[in-house]
């Protein structure tokens, strides 16, 4: 699905006001993990796509300069991202709730 028609229920002040409260979010939970660091520089210039199902909403998340960023998703002109998730926002949820077991739900989220 192509950007545009992904985020277009979105006025563009709004999507860039939440990519810039989600990076902030991102980021201070990613520096209360202290491993987390030198994993972003190794990440540095890398980017996950991500596309929520039933909402309608995708976005990139980025490295750079060891914080993530939280951007609009790429055009067709761009290089892919070098991962893409896709999944409902309640699947991916349950990923960071505790489970009792290993596995994904098949289905639920697709990580590619």
Known sequence: MAASETNAWIPR???EAGGRLLSRA???IA?????????LT???GRRIGVH??????????????GRLHVEA?????????????AATPFAL????????DDGLPPG????A
């Not at 520096?31 to 994993?39: E, K, N, S, T």
């Open 73 to 85: 998703p790429h055009r067709e002109t761009d290089a892919a991202p070098d991962r893409r998730v």
């Open 52 to 65: 929520l199902r039933g909402a309608n909403l995708a976005f990139d998340i980025a490295v750079r300069d």
């Open 13 to 15: 002040p709004l999507r």
């Open 108 to 111: 639920k989220v697709e990580i």
């Open 93 to 100: 949820l349950a990923l960071a709730l505790p489970r009792d």
């Open 31 to 39: 520096a209360l993990d202290p491993g987390m660091q030198p994993a």
């Open 26 to 28: 991102l980021n201070r």
């Open 42 to 44: 190794r990440l540095d």
